[in-house]
């Protein structure tokens, strides 16, 4: 008998369903059951352990599938949205954002016809993106494209240098009475902040960047509705409440998730069935228990990576070794999470830094790892986890409250 207390498949698939239709980490931990435990509820670590599973697959399953794909009509836009803390907090507080941290951008580009997203990033909004974004599109996509997007000047100039003139693109523009500004991050001076008030929308006329697209097909409205359906199904990305994310790699998992959801699993209204179906890059509609069992396969695959991997690391000398032994402390300690992929440096002195000297990683014989100085620490930490890298704010000084800590006794989990 397995000593693992993992939920069954039913109670998976709940919690994977619920997640999809706007329920929240702990929602799911209110209102779902588990298989043990006083309360008879699933733990958070139990449902971000089913995430970071279900991400991970999602991801790997999108990258080989989603390849040669019959596309040829397309549109592409980005939206919003922040990990752990607000660009107009970072503006108003005039500090820039931790690594890993701060507002983020999703490119999405969706095939109008059925309804299938063909390609996704997530990264800043700028011509580097940009040019990843519309570089993936193209490996997806081997037919010629009548492409639309909004007149975002990145676009163009990725377009221009994947493409060149192989290309049926259109560009439209949004007039908008007052445009609706986004802080990004502190950029040393002060902007005006203007009264808010309804904005009216107006479309200018399209204009044609390359080849000759079909005028009664350029719009982004079908990219526009994907965005709308995306913020009601995924909570984290609801306007003005606490459900946003705290870390990127979560914002990526679940983003990777609900792009499976919406491509394999989900039944249209319009076409009946759902949009792999339609596009013809599969043959039949998943089920939330399909995937379960992907899951479990690629389970038992990461346990033989994880197992070989601390057998290499057992002989290699590539093995993080402690600088100096517990009894003598060096100035700074990093304290890394293997499951969350999270690290964070303290002072060895700091009261917030837990002992645990019993747990074991395939790292070393500990989750701490000392340090002589700070940046030695920091490089340290982004070695780790580059994505995820916080300081203590109580021994480092930190100016603000990065962290999604309840404070003492509380739990520091992050979604």
């Given at each position: 008998?397995?000593?693992v207390?993992?939920?069954n498949?039913?109670?998976?698939?709940?919690l994977?369903?619920?997640?999809?239709?706007r329920?929240?980490?702990r929602?799911?931990?209110?209102t779902?059951?588990g298989?043990?435990?006083p309360s008879?509820?699933?733990?958070?670590?139990?449902?971000?352990?089913?995430?970071?599973?279900?991400?991970?697959?999602?991801?790997?399953?999108?990258g080989?599938?989603?390849?040669d794909l019959p596309?040829t009509?397309?549109?592409?836009d980005e939206?919003?949205?922040?990990v752990?803390?607000?660009?107009r907090t970072?503006f108003l507080?005039k500090?820039?954002a931790?690594?890993g941290q701060g507002?983020f951008?999703?490119?999405?580009?969706?095939d109008?016809?059925?309804?299938?997203v063909?390609?996704?990033?997530i990264?800043g909004r700028g011509?580097?993106?940009?040019?990843v974004?519309i570089?993936?599109?193209?490996?997806?996509c081997p037919n010629?494209?009548?492409?639309?997007?909004?007149s975002?000047?990145p676009?163009?100039?990725?377009v221009?240098?994947?493409?060149?003139?192989?290309?049926?693109?259109a560009?439209?523009k949004?007039?908008?009475d007052?445009?609706?500004?986004v802080i990004?991050?502190?950029l040393?001076?002060?902007?005006?902040?203007?009264?808010?008030r309804?904005?009216k929308?107006?479309m200018a006329?399209?204009?044609?960047r390359?080849?000759?697209?079909?005028?009664?097909?350029?719009?982004t409205?079908?990219i526009?509705?994907?965005?709308?359906k995306?913020?009601?199904?995924?909570g984290?990305?609801?306007?003005?409440t606490?459900?946003f994310?705290?870390?990127?790699?979560?914002?990526?998992r679940?983003?990777?998730l609900?792009?499976?959801y919406h491509?394999?699993?989900?039944v249209?209204?319009?076409l009946?069935?759902?949009?792999a179906?339609?596009?013809?890059?599969?043959?039949?509609e998943w089920t939330?228990?399909?995937?379960i069992?992907?899951?479990?396969?690629?389970?038992?695959k990461?346990?033989?990576?994880?197992?070989a991997a601390k057998?290499q690391d057992?002989?290699s000398?590539?093995?993080i070794?402690?600088?100096?032994?517990?009894?003598?402390?060096?100035?700074?300690?990093?304290?890394?999470?293997?499951?969350?992929?999270?690290?964070?440096?303290?002072?060895?002195?700091c009261?917030?830094?837990?002992?645990?000297?019993?747990?074991?990683?395939k790292?070393?014989?500990s989750h701490?790892?000392?340090?002589e100085?700070?940046?030695?620490?920091?490089?340290l930490a982004?070695?780790l986890?580059?994505?995820?890298?916080a300081?203590?704010k109580v021994?480092?000084?930190?100016?603000s409250?990065?962290?999604t800590?309840?404070?003492k006794g509380g739990?520091?989990?992050?979604?």
């Open positions: 008998m397995s000593m207390n993992r939920l498949h039913d109670k998976q698939v709940a994977l369903q619920d997640m999809m239709e329920m929240s980490i929602g799911l931990h209110r779902k059951k298989n043990t435990g008879g509820r699933p733990s958070r670590t139990t449902i971000l352990k089913l995430l970071a599973e279900a991400g991970d697959t999602a991801i790997e399953f999108l080989e599938r989603m390849r596309s009509l397309v549109e592409a939206l919003h949205a922040y752990a803390i607000r660009g970072l507080r500090m820039r931790p690594p507002v951008w999703i490119w999405v580009a969706i109008v016809t059925s309804k299938l063909v390609a996704w990033h990264g011509n580097s993106d940009a040019k974004f570089d993936d599109l193209k490996a997806r010629r494209l009548q492409l639309t997007t909004d975002h000047h676009y163009i100039e990725a221009e240098k994947a493409w060149g003139g192989e290309i049926d693109y560009t439209v949004k007039q908008d007052q445009q609706q500004e990004e991050e502190y040393g001076v002060d902007q005006p902040r203007p009264k808010r309804r904005s929308r107006e006329p399209p204009e044609i390359s080849g000759s697209p079909d005028p009664s097909l350029i719009t409205n079908h526009e509705s994907f965005f709308q995306f913020r009601q199904n995924l984290r990305f609801a306007r003005k606490t459900l994310s705290k870390t990127l790699i979560n914002l990526k679940a983003v990777a609900y792009v499976f491509n394999f699993i989900r249209h209204m319009s009946a069935t759902t949009p179906v339609a596009a013809g890059i599969d043959d039949s939330w228990e399909m995937f069992e992907l899951i479990d396969g690629n389970r038992k990461w346990a033989l990576e994880r197992e057998q057992a002989t000398e590539s093995v070794i402690l600088p100096a032994p517990r009894s003598q402390d060096m100035p700074f300690t990093v304290m890394f999470s293997f499951l969350q992929k999270y690290a964070k440096i303290h002072r060895s002195d009261k917030h830094l837990r002992d645990t000297p019993e747990r074991g990683s790292r070393g014989a701490k790892f000392q340090c100085t700070i940046e030695a620490a920091r490089n982004y070695n986890v580059p994505d995820e890298v300081e203590c021994c480092l000084g930190s100016p409250r990065l962290d800590g309840r404070g739990n520091n989990l992050k979604h």
